[in-house]
């Protein structure tokens, strides 16, 4: 049984835009893309009309660093250098408790995801990511 989205707009591998696209998928396998009129529809299948939206392919965040989302917002003072700054953060992830850093990273994992990002590279000193990334619902190196 596949799902079978339709929409607006539908933006190709091709780089093409599909007016009144569809799409199938079964699972985590997209079967078909093309024109609504195209694309097979089987009995069975469950239909997501998604209206007057564009659906493109997946985001890849290239670089990212999951495990300092334990520290996000930290600013940097008035005089305070980048080195200062860069030094003040990494001593604060390096003493934050695991119980602390592990749904951080969770949480950065799920904004990524609800930006469009469905694949992740992230650079990890502690390997902590790697755990929870292994749960999670998309691509990662």
């Not at 707009?9 to 609504?36: D, M």
């Not at 009129?37 to 089987?42: A, E, G, I, M, N």
Request: hydrophobic share 40%; glycine share 8%.
């Amino acid at each position: 049984m596949s799902t079978i989205y339709y929409a607006r707009w539908l933006l190709s591998a091709e780089q093409e835009i599909i007016v009144n696209g569809a799409l199938s998928v079964s699972g985590n396998k997209i079967n078909a893309v093309g024109p609504r009129s195209k694309v097979p529809r089987l009995q069975g299948d469950r239909t997501v009309n998604l209206g007057d939206q564009l659906v493109l392919p997946g985001l890849i965040n290239a670089h990212s660093h999951l495990e300092e989302s334990v520290v996000r917002g930290i600013p940097c003072e008035e005089n305070e250098t980048f080195a200062s700054w860069l030094a003040k953060k990494n001593s604060r992830i390096k003493n934050a408790a695991v119980e602390t850093i592990m749904p951080a990273i969770r949480l950065g994992i799920r904004e990524s995801l609800t930006n469009g990002a469905t694949t992740i590279v992230d650079s990890s000193r502690t390997g902590n990511s790697l755990v929870v990334l292994k749960d999670e619902p998309v691509r990662a190196w």
